[in-house]
């Protein structure tokens, strides 16, 4: 008979599945833990980072709003809401529209074009010259956004510039905007997913009156928000400011826009 040897296999200490498992509940308890104890601290950290973007985006535009009415000339308006035509076209027989307070801003620059400023927005617009299509069209634009339309208006003291494409009060709703140009004062992600709003409004004076019509007005008020939901319900930060002007100018309330007479030409 052969002799044979007898191999002994050592037994190598190991992890069981039981182990295994206790040990990632154990691992798992701890970050938890860990995770907790960081989460308020994390949470007030994306807190100070967000109100300091806005911070940063609310000062860039009350420049940028400065910067743009310094130079108004001739006079100023502000409109309740410029949300619908009949807002700037007015009402009925009534030959005023102007506001002490209100949503959107109207004034002559030093090129003759009257400038229409707001964060509401405007429907998809018609760009005219010389009183006839272009051809060009902007796309809707959206509220929460600084944006600024100008108008090339006729010659003459009660001149009144074309707001849309129809005169029928019946059809004020429907009627397509039209303006020389529209533009946006920031891009799209400027804003970071915050909406802006801005108030403007008339100082009043000792007696905490506002300037009759007609008065001179050295500067406006501003108030200047920003909010993180499109309802303008979660304000993250705000300011007031003052608009002062360059030149001499005067409160105006008349209508200053009207619908063309008929459907607008194509150049």
């Known amino acids: ?65 400065r910067a743009i009415t310094q130079d108004a000339t001739e006079y100023v308006k502000i409109y309740a809401n410029c949300v619908d035509n009949k807002d700037i076209i007015g009402k009925g027989t009534d030959p005023k529209n102007g506001v002490d307070e209100g949503l959107a801003l ?18 998809k617009t018609t760009i005219i ?63 970071m997913g915050n909406y802006l709003k801005v108030t403007f409004s008339y100082p009043k004076d000792a007696s905490g009156n506002y300037p009759a019509p007609g008065a001179a007005v050295n500067y406006l008020v501003a108030d200047v928000a920003l909010y993180s939901d499109e309802d303008l319900t979660d304000l993250v930060v705000k300011d007031r400011v003052i608009l002062d002007f360059r030149y001499s100018v005067k409160r105006r309330d008349v209508i200053t826009a009207k619908p063309a007479p008929d459907p607008l030409e194509s150049n």
């Open 129 to 191: 010259r010389g009183g006839k299509k272009t051809g060009q069209t902007i796309e809707e634009q959206p509220e929460g956004r600084l944006l600024t339309r100008y108008y090339a208006p006729p010659g003459g003291e009660n001149r009144l510039y074309y707001y849309t494409d129809v005169s029928t009060d019946a059809d004020l709703n429907k009627a397509t905007p039209v303006a020389r140009a529209v533009s946006s004062v920031f891009t799209e992600g400027y804003y």
């Open 1 to 65: 008979m052969r002799n044979g040897k007898r191999y002994r296999i050592q037994g190598k200490a190991g992890t069981t599945l039981v182990e295994m498992v206790v040990a990632m509940l154990l691992f798992s308890l701890m970050g938890l833990i860990i995770i907790g104890a960081l989460s308020p601290a994390a949470k007030q950290f994306v807190r100070m980072q967000k109100l300091q973007f806005a911070r940063v985006i609310l000062d860039n535009t009350t420049q940028e709003l």
């Open 106 to 123: 109207e004034f002559v620059n030093t090129q003759g074009y009257v400038v229409l400023l707001s964060t509401q927005g405007c429907g």
